[in-house]
């Protein structure tokens, strides 16, 4: 699968290849991410978080990376379909507070036939 | 359990009109927080509440007010809407227990 950043909006990849989407965040104090599904017209869908503790968690067909040397995240998706075809968000809690989650500008995924 | 519901799904007013998006959650949750969502654009964080009679700001709270008299319920009033509140409104909630936000449908709102 390609991998892009989200300076590169659409990601587009065969059905049955892998996904890479990829979200650089913006503070080293953050220290929990999460991703989210967005179909359209709904609201963001939970996917897989990750703690600063940690630089890999697996998810049923989904893994997310953490590298926080170069303040980088990305989304792993195995076996692409159909229905993973929408936007993805990463998102990271702000420094001053827990509850305050900054989202990325999302990526949209789309699965070719 | 119905989740975060979100009303209405739709809604036009003109410059100037006050209006309150619903919304409400039957999880118990403490934390509540309202979104808007922009083309092209991420979330953006509006108000925010830990729990009854809390509310904070988020990072774009301006032109908005809320309030949270019960645990379910975190209605967002616009007061005089302007043309730059035309946007995408998500309500959000989950426990203090998990950093988990569960979303709401969603309120598309236009203003004239």
């Known amino acids: 699968g390609e991998s892009v950043g989200l300076h590169l909006p659409t990601l587009s990849v065969q059905e049955g290849d892998n996904s890479i989407i990829n979200c650089a965040y913006s503070?080293?104090?953050?220290?929990?991410f999460i991703w989210y599904k967005q179909e359209s017209g709904k609201g963001p869908q939970f996917i897989i978080d990750?703690?600063?503790?940690?630089d890999k968690r697996q998810g049923q067909r989904v893994t997310v990376l953490l590298n926080k040397t170069v303040k980088h995240l990305s989304l792993q998706i195995a076996a692409t379909q159909p229905g993973d075809s929408a936007v993805y968000f990463c998102?990271?809690?702000?420094?001053?507070?827990?509850?305050?989650?900054?989202f990325g500008s999302g990526t949209r995924l789309l699965v070719r036939p | 359990n119905a989740g975060v519901t979100q009303t209405p799904k739709f809604q036009v007013l003109k410059t100037g009109q006050s209006m309150t998006l619903q919304c409400a959650q039957d999880?118990?949750?403490?934390?509540m927080s309202w979104y808007r969502q922009d083309p092209g654009m991420g979330l953006r964080l509006i108000h925010y509440?830990?729990?009854?009679?809390?509310?904070d700001q988020g990072e774009v709270p301006n032109g908005y007010n809320v309030s949270r008299s019960t645990t379910e319920d975190f209605p967002l009033r616009l007061l005089s809407a302007a043309p730059s509140q035309t946007s995408v409104y998500f309500c959000?909630?989950?426990?203090?227990?998990?950093?988990?936000?569960?979303f709401g449908p969603g309120t598309r709102l236009t203003v004239l």
């Open positions: 959000a909630s989950r426990t203090m227990k998990t950093d988990t936000q569960y």
């Open positions: 998102a990271e809690n702000s420094q001053d507070s827990s509850y305050k989650l900054i």
């Open positions: 503070n080293s104090a953050s220290d929990y």
């Open positions: 990750i703690r600063s503790n940690m």
């Open positions: 509440s830990v729990g009854a009679g809390i509310t």
């Open positions: 999880m118990n949750h403490e934390y």
